[in-house]
């Protein structure tokens, strides 16, 4: 699904600067050959579609938006306040800040931890020849489960005090560690519990090392390439498209995250793993302020937005599709 | 790799060691896996629940909403994919591109508006907040079904309608049995996510009666009143065999899935 430039010249889609640039004479050419009938089915087809995103996105994103700027507790009705929700947040808020810091960093660790580790088992996968679909499998189990309340729960007491981590600790002899209550390593637990499910990256880098043609690798070895420059000048390359598809999607699921924080350590100990999404939560939910948390949500919007536009744009100096001519 | 394998795995199965563990020994060694006597009762006492309200219920719930909505969502993706793939009309290319932006965008921004207009509609503290968006198709779904469809030769198509066929009929009855295995990719996921839905539950449901197992396993294992360990890991444990179940069973189409399209867990 990495996006390319439409093969067909009459639309050219940019994403994700959404930009769209259209041909009107061509489209004005097509329509005529379009019959009214295909029209219909196509849009009868996709009505629910059209139906859904116009009542369940459209609508709720714009709502949202006017929310933003007003003050709204469920009661009554909203009251416009301006820019006020936005003046509070950056200038009067510690709890945004800390939030984002977090997020930020949680993203910023645990993305990259996840990828390097998911293409490094998927690289020793690819060379294994025994069983390689158990190992798969059993590796993806935690990934298929991951998302999971139980396992959230079991994360917990895993790293509790007199969990199993600990428990491991005392037997080796080493130091046992508050792991939940120190708000240096607390949101270490979450990165980890992040890091563990690395299983679903994994398949997609698995799949897209199976894509290199085996002769590349023959072909360099007969000019004395050694396995290292092998992986820097081959299948690095050959895998940037899934690495862009994986860091993409890996940075907006990051930046997301729920779960973790609200069930493992409900933000504590001293607010250090509190997370934007569950700040957004409480804003919204626990003290009603819903053109708050709107503004909020705005906010993450604007900043995975930019995040994503810069992943996109940079990918043109390291992503290399085959057959282009560099 | 069998170590590493094996230690990734050390979670779960310390998970389920400790759901067979005496409550009280728990964490006395805990990072034991299998227990010094095996405590299968952990599992009847969890299921008794909270507040009178028993796992047969939680389960019961959970099914429903899952049931439905992976129907919802299957049905209608089938459906909105084929309208993509096959039929030529005008503003397709706009309309694709819209849905591909509502794939990247999170559900949290329509959390908060949603919430306030389902309210509006009295649906708090009911099960349609959770089912019935399902039913206007999952952008995800639809784009895996559409990559599957593509793989159909059109001349298929162009067969069926010389013998008289029409677009309905191309569809129902040449391109709906082809795409079963598009079809059960996308159910077994829709069955996951909702399996594990938690936020969605959250905020719409508020009577312990009509909790899913997701809900109700957060409520059960609030650290500041669980005190029989054992049963908490038991139904902790119990909450994921369903998902193992369905795993086992068509782990070639999760992994074909995930593997053709770039799938996020």
């Known amino acids: 699904m990495i996006p390319k430039k439409s093969e067909q010249h009459d639309s050219v889609v940019h994403f994700p600067n959404k930009k769209i640039t259209y041909n009107p004479v061509k489209i004005l050419k097509s329509r005529k050959k379009k019959s009214g009938y295909e029209n219909l089915t196509g849009y009868l087809f996709i009505s629910p579609f059209l139906i859904g995103l116009m009542c369940l996105t459209l609508y709720p994103v714009l709502y949202s938006l006017y929310l933003s700027f007003t003050e709204y507790d469920l009661l009554g009705t909203p009251t416009w306040t301006g820019l006020d929700n936005y003046q509070r947040m950056f200038t009067n808020d510690a709890m945004f800040w800390t939030s984002m810091k977090t997020t930020f960093f949680y993203a910023g660790v645990a993305v990259p931890i996840r990828l390097v580790f998911a293409l490094l088992v998927a690289l020793a996968l690819n060379k294994i020849t025994e069983m390689v679909g158990l190992y798969r499998t059993m590796l993806y189990l935690p990934s298929v489960v991951g998302g999971s309340i139980a396992i959230s729960i079991m994360w917990r007491q895993l790293f509790g005090n007199d969990g199993a981590f600990n428990s491991i600790l005392d037997t080796l002899g080493l130091p046992t560690h508050s792991w939940l209550g120190d708000p240096g390593t607390a949101i270490w637990t979450l990165i980890v519990l992040y890091g563990w499910q690395f299983g679903s990256s994994m398949l997609i880098f698995l799949a897209g090392l199976r894509n290199i043609p085996k002769t590349y690798y023959e072909a360099s070895s007969v000019d004395g390439a050694r396995p290292i420059q092998q992986f820097f000048k081959i299948t690095l390359p050959l895998l940037t498209p899934v690495i862009l598809f994986n860091t993409v999607m890996q940075v907006i699921n990051g930046f997301m995250a729920f779960t973790p924080s609200f069930i493992v350590t409900n933000g504590g100990p001293m607010n250090s793993t509190v997370l934007f999404v569950l700040y957004m939560y409480r804003r919204a939910f626990e003290f009603f302020e819903m053109g708050y948390g709107s503004a909020m949500a705005w906010v993450m919007l604007v900043i995975i937005a930019l995040l994503t536009a810069f992943i996109f744009k940079s990918s043109d100096k390291w992503v290399h599709y085959e057959g282009e001519q560099k | ?265």
Not at chain 2, 227 to 255: C, D, E, H, K
């Open chain 2, 1 to 265: 790799m069998i170590l590493f394998t094996l230690l990734m795995l050390y979670p779960l199965a310390w998970l389920v060691g400790s759901s067979l563990k005496e409550s009280s020994t728990v964490f006395v060694e805990a990072h034991k896996i299998i227990p010094d006597a095996f405590h299968f009762e952990n599992y009847i006492e969890g299921w008794k629940g909270f507040g009178g309200i028993t796992f047969t219920t939680f389960f019961t719930n959970s099914l429903v909403i899952v049931i439905i909505s992976t129907i919802g969502s299957v049905l209608s993706s089938t459906l909105i994919a084929y309208g993509f793939a096959r039929i030529n009309f005008v503003g397709k290319k706009l309309w694709f591109v819209c849905m591909m932006l509502t794939m990247m965008l999170p559900y949290e921004m329509v959390m908060i508006p949603q919430y306030i207009m389902f309210n509006g509609f009295g649906w708090i503290d009911t099960y349609l907040p959770l089912i019935l968006p399902t039913f206007f198709g999952a952008p995800f779904f639809i784009f895996l079904i559409i990559q599957f469809i593509r793989t159909i030769p059109t001349e298929l198509d162009q067969a069926a309608k010389i013998d008289g066929c029409g677009t309905f009929g191309i569809f129902f009855r040449i391109i709906c049995p082809l795409v079963v295995p598009a079809m059960m990719t996308a159910a077994i996921f829709s069955f996951y996510w909702r399996w594990d839905d938690f936020m969605g539950p959250l905020l719409y449901l508020t009577t312990p009666e009509k909790y899913p197992v997701s809900l109700a396993l957060k409520l059960f294992s609030d650290p500041n009143s669980v005190t029989n360990w054992g049963a908490m890991f038991a139904m902790s444990t119990i909450s994921l065999i369903p998902v193992f179940i369905i795993f086992f069973i068509f782990q070639r189409y999760i992994v074909d899935g995930i593997s053709t399209s770039g799938l996020k867990s």
